[in-house]
């Protein structure tokens, strides 16, 4: 529905000028944003729900999740931080590129006026969404202690739990084969304070929470037994009642099936393997997580700098900032993906936290036509964007006064005029 | 809150509304994409041909989503076992899909004729390929497809990509892309200026042949030669969903089997084919917006045809015909269909009525007189 809005009326926008008044194009061109963050709160709520599978319960008739509350699946807490964090982080991309392509005009001292504008727009714009993904980025952590806590302890590196409150590891060497993290340089206090709001709760560490999934698996390995009885016999009332204690592990024992055939069968040393194997990637995510929140510290930093600038009317003297900001346009996009990958390799083992692993969670396509499919998206896609990286360059060297080159609406060529100084 | 049973037959019939409203509104566009090079001939009647769907194409488009939504909410064993299924199709299809967008933002941002001719060529397939596609798989369904479910209810295929293209399967591709096509061709005659306009009528009378040959061939061959299922025992339609409690008999001609115990279900196919025939008339003698309703009735009467003939089955299994999917036991569990039927009648007139003050907006034709004054920006 939230599509309908955006791909409606984002026809309109485009060929609606001429045919709307001027009142009636800016309630258009609202309703393809109201319909695009839409379109951004289903999909993160989807998204939420893979990381905190609530509002759901397993039916062993039907073999799946199946939907208890819908309301908690709509107010999933996850869900709301993700949303605005994630938003917001768009809007701090958007705004860092108009800052960017209006620092390369003001370098090439042409469009001064357009570029001013939108350069003082764009920051004061950004600064308020930069501030926002960080403190919005701060509550998903919160949230993230409270249900995600191995992905907390993958990204801090935290392998033993620490006496509260635990230490921030600004850098460090996370070696995976010791299990520890080497040349730590560490902030007393703030990871405590950070992940649980206070002074006396631990950040649980990566073993203790390891020896969590061990217990778990085992509860998780009675669910699976009782299950396959149930499926064979659908009345058989033992079963029944031994996989309602257990189901909430069901997702633990699933684990097992990529290490053993039948999980009841399993040795201690496949449940360790199983139980190891609740540990996403932690270098990969203690770095990724401290480039992105450097990042976004930056962002503000830049912003910053851009309102104070615009205030005191001093772009032109400053040089040095518009390169700054030039060459700072590919890294919003670096910090979104850095993002994305904390988000969602740090989720493995997990397609849906705690319920279906990702490796069960896979098609049972061939590897071949997966491999296929995905070169070749890779390669369409690398073609379009190239074409469209070109088309854009194109469009930015023209500039706002170029595009008269080729028939504008009289409106839209009347203002393109008017703003040039 | 309705028995699962109804809740069932009612996302049957939404599936077929989402279905019919893609096939009536991104049909034109699609099939417009199909012709738009032969009954345009210079740049600028390209143009006017495509700036009458520029603006309302991506909209239209979002019924094809919407459709899929509904089968990934309403049917999921339907989405899993069909998407899984038919991957390299599916694969296809959007690679053709994505050359739209693009077609239609990059062709006019470069005056040069040897870029123009290239996304021209692009429109053209991202028209033509997911046209066939939709026939082609359509036909597949009466052919049943070569799956089944492992013991973890995932589902297993076992056919290849060109398995798909059986011969019955590419007449049901003729089908699809006859009747998309007249649709397009009717739209172009009502909504662009000349000449294109009675190019475009031309094109949409050959479709309509095309499509009543077609559409009867695919009818008399179900009727004669194919083999059809119909459940034996086991199916409660208010039971759990799981296919795999179910027995299936196969048999010649058992796909007609709701036509030989119900009459009035012909409506439907005569309605398609009537319909079609006063379309070639109505373009004929110069009325082309009476053509267009007519196209448009045709579409959903073949749909429906096909819908009618399939119940309750969704998607047959060639190779264990038992696992095959059914209305009654391949959906949502009877809350979450609730739920959503609660959502679609909210929201359904909402989207209905906006899309409607959209095209009024829109209303006129685009001759080449008004490309001259205006041109966008896109």
Known sequence: MAFFLESTFVGLFFFGWDRLSKIGHLVVTALVALGSSLSALWILIANAWMQNPTGAHFNYQTMRMELSSFSRVLFNPVAQAKFVHTVAAGYVLGSVFVLAISAWYLLRGRNIAVAKRSMAVAASFGLACSLSVVVLGDESGYLASENQKMKVAAIEAEWRTETPPAAFTVFGLPDVQARATHAAVQVPWLLGLIATRSIDRPVLGIYDLVERARGRIASGIQAHTALKALRANPADAEAKAQFVAHQADLGYGLLLLRYVADPSAATPAQIDQAAWSTVPNVPVLFWCFRVMVGLGLFFILLFAVAIYLSTRHRFEQSHWFLRIALFSLPLPWIAVELGWIVAEYGRQPWAIDGVLPTFLGVSTRSAGNVLASLTGFAMFYSALAAVEVYLMMRMIRRGPDGLGYWPVPPSAAAFATATQV | ?378
């Open chain 2, 1 to 378: 809150m309705p028995d699962y049973e109804s809740l069932r037959v009612v996302w049957w019939l939404i599936l077929g509304t989402l279905l019919i409203g893609f096939a009536v509104t991104d049909g034109f566009d699609l099939g417009l994409g199909m012709i738009f090079r032969f009954i345009g001939r210079t740049d600028e009647e390209r143009r006017a041909l495509l700036e009458s769907i520029e603006p309302v194409w991506e909209g239209n488009q979002v019924w094809f989503i919407l459709g899929g939504g509904a089968v990934f909410a309403a049917w999921p064993l339907l989405y899993a076992a069909s998407f899984s299924s038919l991957y390299l199709a599916m694969f296809l299809i959007l690679i053709a899909l994505i050359l739209r967008p693009v077609g239609f933002t990059f062709r006019n941002k470069i005056p040069d004729p040897r870029w123009r001719n290239f996304w021209d060529w692009t429109l053209l397939i991202g028209g033509t390929v997911p046209a066939l596609l939709f026939g082609v798989a359509f036909g597949n369904l009466f052919l049943g497809l070569p799956f089944h479910f492992d013991e973890l209810m995932r589902p297993v295929y076992t056919g290849g990509f060109l398995n798909l293209l059986h011969p019955y399967a590419l007449l049901a591709g003729v089908v699809s892309l006859s009747m998309l096509g007249l649709h397009g061709a009717a739209y172009a005659a009502l909504k662009v200026g000349e000449p294109m306009s009675a190019r475009a009528a031309v094109a949409g009378r050959l479709a309509a042949a095309v499509f009543v040959v077609a559409f009867i061939a695919a009818g008399a061959w179900l009727a004669s030669g194919l083999d059809g299922q119909r459940i034996g025992s086991g199916a409660d339609p208010s039971g759990p969903s799981s296919p795999l409690l179910k027995s299936v008999v196969v048999s010649p001609g058992a796909w007609l089997a709701n036509y030989r115990q119900h009459a009035i279900v012909w409506l439907a196919p005569m309605a398609a084919l009537l319909a079609a025939v006063a379309a070639w008339v109505l373009l004929h003698v110069g009325r082309p917006g009476a053509a267009f309703v007519a196209s448009s009735v045709t579409l959903a009467a073949t749909i429906l045809t096909a819908g009618i003939a399939l119940f309750p089955f969704l998607m047959p299994s060639s190779t264990h015909p038992e696992q095959g999917l059914t209305v009654w036991d391949a959906s949502s569990s009877a809350k979450t269909l609730f739920i959503m039927l609660v959502v679609v009648i909210l929201l359904l007139p909402i989207v209905l009525a906006y899309t409607a003050w959209v095209y009024r907006v829109l209303k006129g034709r685009i001759t080449l007189e008004y490309m001259r004054k205006h041109s966008g920006l896109y």
